[in-house]
C-alpha cells in the first residue's frame, strides 16, 4: 500500500498578478528538471497544504501547487469584508491556469485534481487538451444540478448524515428552506459578522463531516476555524448558485475531447460528498480512462485506499 512520500518544501514561489486585481500564489517543489505536473486543491475554496506535494516522486516531478482566487496564500482573500467574487468564475481560473503555466516556462503538463479539483482539471483539459499530459482525477464532481441537490439541498446525503444534516439547516431560516444554496448565499453575503460567521461554520463543518468514511474530528475543527470557513463557503456558494458558469452536464458531454490523453479516474464506493455515480458517468462518456472505484472509502484523498491509486497512477506517469 503506497503512502504520501516524504515531506518537502518549496525551492520556489510567489505571487502571480492574473488581472482583476487578483494575485495567485503558487509554489514549485521537487525536481526542477522533472516532469511537470499541477495540482488543483478543492472546493472550490479549500485551497492547498503541504501534503499535496508529497503525492508525487520529487525526484522526478516538477511539482506546481497553487492557491486559486481568493482562498489560501492568494489575495485578496473572501474572507475579508466587501470581497468582490465577480471574477472569480471557472473560466477566470482555467485562464489563470495558463496565464501560470506560460510564467514558470512549461509546455505541457499533468493536471492532478480532486473533488472540486477534477472540476476545474476537466474544465482545464477541454479547453487545452494540447496542454496536458495526463489526467488524474479523484473524487469526481462536474457541478451537475443533481450533484449539488444530493448534498447541499436535502436530496439525498442527509438521509445519510440525519445526525448532522440539523446543523446545516441551523443557519436558514424555516420559511427559506426550499433553496438552501440560495439562502446559504444571502446569509454569507450578509456584511453582519453575525449573520455570515455563523452560516459560514455550519457550511464549512457539514462538508467537512462528510469527506471521511470515519469521522475525524480534528478535520472538523480545522475547517470550522472563522477565516477559513468563510472564504470557503463564500466561494463554493457562488460558484454553486451560479452552476459553475456550465451548461448542466457540460464537462461530460465534451469529454470525448479528452480521448487522447492518458486519464485515471480514482473514486471512493462510499464518497458521500460527490457520489460514485458520477465518476461512473464520465467513465461511460470517456471509456478510454482507467476507472479505479475502491470499495472501502469515500471522498478523502488521503484515505488508503485512494492514496495507493493515486500514487501508483502518478509514478507510473513520471516516465
Not at 501547487?65 to 465577480?86: I, K, M, N, W, Y
Not at 446569509?187 to 470515519?214: F, K, Y
Not at 468563510?230 to 463554493?236: D, P, Q, S
Not at 451548461?247 to 479528452?258: C, K, M, R, S, T
Request: hydrophobic share 40%; glycine share 10%; aromatic share 10%.
Amino acid at each position: 500500500m503506497r503512502t504520501l512520500y516524504p515531506e518537502i518544501e518549496p525551492f520556489d514561489s510567489g505571487l502571480l498578478d492574473v488581472g482583476d486585481g487578483q494575485s495567485i500564489y503558487w509554489e514549485t517543489s521537487g525536481n526542477p528538471d522533472g516532469k511537470p505536473v499541477v495540482f488543483l486543491h478543492g472546493g472550490p475554496g479549500a485551497g492547498s497544504g503541504p501534503a499535496h506535494r508529497r503525492l508525487f516522486d520529487p525526484s522526478r516531478y516538477l511539482i506546481v501547487v497553487l492557491d486559486q482566487r481568493g482562498c489560501g496564500r492568494s489575495l485578496p482573500h473572501a474572507s475579508e469584508p466587501g470581497f468582490d467574487l465577480t471574477t472569480n468564475t471557472t473560466w477566470n481560473l482555467v485562464a489563470d491556469l495558463e496565464k501560470l503555466r506560460e510564467h514558470l516556462g512549461v509546455t505541457r503538463w499533468q493536471v492532478f485534481g480532486g473533488s472540486w479539483g477534477s472540476t476545474l482539471a476537466l474544465a482545464y483539459a477541454e479547453t487545452h487538451p494540447d496542454r496536458v499530459t495526463e489526467l488524474v482525477l479523484r473524487g469526481i464532481f462536474t457541478l451537475r444540478r443533481s450533484e449539488l441537490a444530493w448534498f447541499y439541498e436535502g436530496a439525498g446525503a442527509n438521509e445519510v448524515l440525519p445526525d448532522l444534516w440539523p446543523g446545516f439547516l441551523a443557519p436558514v431560516p424555516v420559511d427559506e428552506r426550499g433553496s438552501l444554496i440560495q439562502a446559504y448565499h444571502r446569509l454569507l453575503n450578509d456584511p453582519d459578522p453575525a449573520v455570515h460567521g455563523p452560516a459560514a461554520v455550519a457550511w464549512a463543518t457539514w462538508e467537512a463531516s462528510a469527506i471521511t468514511l470515519l469521522p475525524k474530528p480534528e478535520l472538523v475543527a480545522a475547517f470550522a476555524d472563522p477565516v477559513y470557513a468563510l472564504a470557503f463557503a463564500r466561494i463554493e456558494n457562488h460558484y454553486f448558485v451560479n452552476e459553475g458558469w456550465m451548461e448542466d452536464g457540460q464537462l461530460i458531454a465534451n469529454a470525448g475531447v479528452l480521448r487522447d490523453i492518458p486519464t485515471v479516474i480514482v473514486q471512493g464506493r462510499y464518497d458521500l460528498c460527490t457520489p460514485a455515480v458520477t465518476a461512473w458517468d464520465l467513465h461511460e462518456a470517456l471509456p478510454e480512462a482507467e476507472f479505479r472505484l475502491i470499495p472501502d472509502a469515500g471522498h478523502a484523498f488521503d484515505e488508503p485506499g485512494i492514496l495507493d491509486a493515486l500514487i501508483e497512477a502518478t509514478d507510473r506517469f513520471a516516465v
